[in-house]
Protein backbone atom coordinates (compact mmCIF):
# COMPACT_ATOMS: atom_id res chain seq x y z
CA UNK A 1 0.00 0.00 0.00
CA UNK A 2 1.75 3.40 -1.34
CA UNK A 3 0.10 6.01 0.58
CA UNK A 4 1.84 8.35 -1.73
CA UNK A 5 0.17 7.62 -4.41
CA UNK A 6 -2.68 9.95 -5.40
CA UNK A 7 -6.26 9.06 -6.43
CA UNK A 8 -5.50 10.45 -9.97
CA UNK A 9 -4.91 6.83 -11.82
CA UNK A 10 -6.64 6.39 -15.18
CA UNK A 11 -6.34 2.59 -15.40
CA UNK A 12 -5.63 1.93 -19.41
CA UNK A 13 -6.18 -1.87 -20.73
CA UNK A 14 -6.19 -3.38 -24.41
CA UNK A 15 -7.26 -6.72 -25.00
CA UNK A 16 -6.24 -9.15 -21.90
CA UNK A 17 -5.43 -5.72 -20.59
CA UNK A 18 -8.87 -4.08 -20.53
CA UNK A 19 -10.07 -7.44 -18.44
CA UNK A 20 -7.31 -6.38 -15.93
CA UNK A 21 -8.34 -2.89 -15.75
CA UNK A 22 -12.18 -3.71 -15.57
CA UNK A 23 -11.12 -6.12 -12.36
CA UNK A 24 -9.00 -3.38 -10.61
CA UNK A 25 -11.66 -0.65 -11.12
CA UNK A 26 -14.04 -3.02 -9.52
CA UNK A 27 -12.21 -3.84 -6.89
CA UNK A 28 -9.95 -0.45 -5.88
CA UNK A 29 -12.73 1.95 -7.01
CA UNK A 30 -11.21 5.14 -4.07
CA UNK A 31 -7.95 4.44 -5.61
CA UNK A 32 -8.97 5.48 -9.11
CA UNK A 33 -10.44 8.37 -11.59
CA UNK A 34 -11.20 6.40 -14.11
CA UNK A 35 -11.04 3.10 -16.82
CA UNK A 36 -9.96 3.15 -20.42
CA UNK A 37 -10.71 -0.16 -22.29
CA UNK A 38 -9.56 -0.66 -26.23
CA UNK A 39 -11.01 -4.42 -28.22
CA UNK A 40 -11.21 -6.25 -25.01
CA UNK A 41 -13.64 -9.26 -24.35
CA UNK A 42 -16.74 -10.14 -22.26
CA UNK A 43 -15.38 -12.88 -20.43
CA UNK A 44 -12.58 -15.95 -21.23
CA UNK A 45 -15.24 -18.40 -21.90
CA UNK A 46 -16.48 -16.33 -24.66
CA UNK A 47 -13.32 -15.86 -26.20
CA UNK A 48 -12.73 -19.47 -25.85
CA UNK A 49 -16.00 -20.70 -28.09
CA UNK A 50 -14.93 -17.99 -30.82
CA UNK A 51 -11.17 -18.48 -31.33
CA UNK A 52 -12.03 -22.62 -30.66
CA UNK A 53 -15.07 -22.45 -33.42
CA UNK A 54 -12.44 -20.42 -35.81
CA UNK A 55 -9.67 -23.25 -35.21
CA UNK A 56 -12.07 -26.32 -35.59
CA UNK A 57 -14.57 -26.14 -38.63
CA UNK A 58 -15.97 -28.90 -38.05
CA UNK A 59 -19.19 -29.79 -35.86
CA UNK A 60 -17.83 -32.65 -34.12
CA UNK A 61 -15.01 -30.93 -32.56
CA UNK A 62 -17.33 -27.98 -30.57
CA UNK A 63 -18.30 -31.19 -28.60
CA UNK A 64 -14.53 -30.09 -27.08
CA UNK A 65 -15.66 -27.21 -25.64
CA UNK A 66 -16.81 -28.38 -22.47
CA UNK A 67 -13.51 -29.80 -21.57
CA UNK A 68 -11.30 -26.60 -22.32
CA UNK A 69 -13.59 -25.10 -20.17
CA UNK A 70 -12.19 -27.16 -16.88
CA UNK A 71 -8.50 -25.89 -17.70
CA UNK A 72 -9.78 -22.44 -17.71
CA UNK A 73 -7.59 -21.11 -14.40
CA UNK A 74 -9.12 -17.19 -15.01
CA UNK A 75 -11.98 -17.08 -16.65
CA UNK A 76 -11.72 -13.33 -16.30
CA UNK A 77 -15.22 -12.60 -16.27
CA UNK A 78 -15.75 -8.72 -17.56
CA UNK A 79 -19.04 -8.78 -18.00
CA UNK A 80 -20.06 -9.48 -14.25
CA UNK A 81 -17.73 -7.38 -13.07
CA UNK A 82 -18.07 -3.77 -15.49
CA UNK A 83 -21.64 -2.83 -13.52
CA UNK A 84 -19.46 -2.63 -10.36
CA UNK A 85 -17.73 0.42 -11.69
CA UNK A 86 -18.54 3.40 -10.80
CA UNK A 87 -15.78 5.82 -12.36
CA UNK A 88 -16.35 7.49 -15.99
CA UNK A 89 -15.13 4.55 -19.10
CA UNK A 90 -14.33 4.99 -22.39
CA UNK A 91 -14.35 2.52 -24.77
CA UNK A 92 -12.17 1.89 -27.52
CA UNK A 93 -13.59 -0.43 -30.49
CA UNK A 94 -11.57 -1.32 -33.37
CA UNK A 95 -14.53 -2.63 -36.56
CA UNK A 96 -12.02 -4.93 -37.90
CA UNK A 97 -11.10 -6.31 -34.70
CA UNK A 98 -10.12 -10.36 -36.45
CA UNK A 99 -9.79 -11.50 -32.98
CA UNK A 100 -12.45 -10.51 -30.74
CA UNK A 101 -16.01 -9.63 -31.89
CA UNK A 102 -17.49 -6.06 -32.18
CA UNK A 103 -20.37 -6.98 -30.47
CA UNK A 104 -18.35 -8.05 -26.85
CA UNK A 105 -16.98 -4.62 -27.31
CA UNK A 106 -20.53 -3.10 -27.50
CA UNK A 107 -21.92 -5.36 -24.67
CA UNK A 108 -19.20 -4.14 -22.34
CA UNK A 109 -20.54 -0.66 -22.71
CA UNK A 110 -24.09 -1.62 -22.77
CA UNK A 111 -23.38 -2.81 -19.39
CA UNK A 112 -21.15 -0.40 -17.75
CA UNK A 113 -24.85 0.85 -16.46
CA UNK A 114 -23.17 2.34 -13.19
CA UNK A 115 -20.74 4.53 -13.78
CA UNK A 116 -20.35 8.08 -13.85
CA UNK A 117 -20.41 8.12 -17.73
CA UNK A 118 -18.98 6.31 -20.44
CA UNK A 119 -18.07 6.85 -23.68
CA UNK A 120 -17.95 4.40 -26.90
CA UNK A 121 -15.29 5.09 -29.93
CA UNK A 122 -15.60 3.22 -32.80
CA UNK A 123 -12.58 3.42 -35.08
CA UNK A 124 -13.63 1.59 -38.74
CA UNK A 125 -10.77 0.61 -39.77
CA UNK A 126 -8.71 -0.29 -36.38
CA UNK A 127 -8.26 -4.26 -35.92
CA UNK A 128 -7.12 -5.61 -32.60
CA UNK A 129 -3.54 -4.45 -32.88
CA UNK A 130 -3.40 -1.18 -34.90
CA UNK A 131 -7.24 0.82 -33.23
CA UNK A 132 -4.72 3.33 -31.96
CA UNK A 133 -2.65 3.90 -35.23
CA UNK A 134 -5.94 3.54 -37.63
CA UNK A 135 -8.00 5.90 -35.07
CA UNK A 136 -5.12 8.89 -35.80
CA UNK A 137 -5.57 12.06 -34.26
CA UNK A 138 -9.27 11.72 -33.51
CA UNK A 139 -8.28 8.97 -30.98
CA UNK A 140 -6.19 11.12 -29.24
CA UNK A 141 -9.06 13.93 -29.41
CA UNK A 142 -11.54 11.67 -27.76
CA UNK A 143 -8.77 10.15 -25.11
CA UNK A 144 -8.02 14.10 -24.41
CA UNK A 145 -11.74 14.60 -23.77
CA UNK A 146 -12.20 11.96 -21.68
CA UNK A 147 -9.67 13.08 -19.72
CA UNK A 148 -10.23 16.69 -19.28
CA UNK A 149 -13.73 15.66 -18.67
CA UNK A 150 -12.52 13.60 -15.31
CA UNK A 151 -10.42 16.27 -14.59
CA UNK A 152 -13.28 18.85 -14.75
CA UNK A 153 -15.99 16.88 -12.24
Excluded at 43 to 61: G, N
Excluded at 77 to 88: M, V
Excluded at 108 to 119: D, H, I, M, S
Excluded at 121 to 134: F, I, Q, S, W
Aim: proline fraction near 4%.
Amino acid sequence: EHTSIKKNIIVFGRSLGGAVAIALAAKYPEKIRGVVVENTFTRIDDMATVLFAKIAKVKRAQLLLPFLYCYLTNPWRSIGRISNITKPMLFFSGQKDQLIPEWQMDLLFENATNCEFKWMHKVPHGDHNNTVEKGGEEYYKKLMEFLNDIKAN
